[in-house]
């Protein structure tokens, strides 16, 4: 009897934790999806899995299969604020690169340490481009000043030779 109540409760816990059964995605909650580990399943019934964390492998959100109720095939796809991008080994390879997807932080994300290492870089490099203006202008006013006498000379080269040529 004892091992009747054992199995019987050990039944119920993996049922739980395999997740309940769904046809399309909308039988599944928000922070869930409608996944398919195999071609049969994707034809009928899946299971209701968690969105992916960090690490974990994923799916891509535009690669569910509208025509069999929006399941997603293997694995679900990332948490918001997370993308799911092939691991560094198998980025060349299109068919390993798929089946090595992990879920990753976002690559623009705003906090307030990086507010404030902007603002400490923001006085030194205001002081660095006042440091490099003057030069920059004396060497533009050099510039200015030998190219307006070299057009002068140019003007006038012509013209003394159109004299003399007469």
Not at 56 to 74: D, I, M, N, W
Not at 107 to 124: D, E, G, K, L
Not at 144 to 151: A, G, K, L, N
């Amino acid at each position: 009897m004892k091992w009747i109540v054992l199995v019987s409760a050990f039944t119920a816990c993996m049922a739980v934790a395999h997740g309940i059964r769904c046809e399309q995605a909308s039988d599944c909650g928000d922070d869930e999806c409608c996944v398919a580990r195999t071609s049969s399943q994707l034809m009928g019934r899946g299971r209701c899995r968690r969105l992916n964390t960090i690490g974990q492998h994923c799916t891509p959100e535009t690669s569910s299969v509208a025509f069999y109720g929006g399941k997603y095939l293997r694995f679900c796809p990332c948490r918001d604020g997370l993308t799911c991008e092939p691991n560094g080994r198998y980025r060349q390879s299109t068919l390993l690169s798929r089946a090595s997807q992990r879920c990753y932080r976002a690559a623009t994300t705003t906090t307030s340490s990086s507010t404030a290492s902007s603002a400490a870089t923001t006085p030194s490099s205001t002081t660095s481009s006042a440091a490099t203006t003057p030069s920059s202008t004396t060497s533009s006013e050099a510039t200015t000043s030998s190219s307006t006498t070299t057009s002068e000379e140019i003007t006038t080269s012509p013209s003394t030779t159109e004299s003399n040529g007469l």
